[in-house]
């Protein structure tokens, strides 16, 4: 079993960044690939990026490509959404999920394919 706990939310401006960090604990951490989903308020959750457990493997919704940028560190047990030129839309709670796998560089983007979740961390953008 894995924890995961968000942080790096907050209010930005359209145009500006912010960086979501999530640390792990509780288990091996490379043992999981991981994702990062979001839920706005009427809507569904859903998928953001993800990257593998060897963390060579990154994967963005079309909408995130070339603005977020997700990676990892396996020695510190965390993983990083790195959020460019944000969008009013992008408004929405944020989180960190973990996909225990066999698989060395697969990623998943459906969200019951995660085992584990955060609580979720809240960003807003205004315009």
């Known amino acids: 079993q894995v924890q995961l706990v968000e942080s790096g939310g907050g209010l930005v401006q359209a145009g500006g960044s912010l960086r979501l960090s999530c640390a792990a604990s509780g288990s091996t951490f490379s043992s999981y690939a991981m994702g990062w989903f979001r839920q706005a308020p009427g809507r569904e959750r859903e998928f953001v990026a993800a990257?593998?457990?060897?963390?060579?493997?990154?994967y963005y919704a079309d909408s995130m490509k070339g603005r977020f940028t997700i990676s990892r560190d396996n020695a510190k047990n965390t993983v990083v959404l790195t959020m460019n030129s944000l969008k009013p839309e992008d408004t929405a709670v944020y989180y960190c999920?973990?996909?225990?796998?066999?698989?060395?560089?697969?990623?998943?983007?459906?969200?019951?394919?995660?085992?584990?979740w955060g609580q979720g961390t809240q960003v807003t953008v205004s315009s």
């Open positions: 990257i593998s457990r060897s963390g060579v493997v990154p």
């Open positions: 999920a973990a996909d225990r796998t066999m698989l060395t560089i697969s990623v998943q983007t459906a969200v019951n394919e995660y085992d584990y």
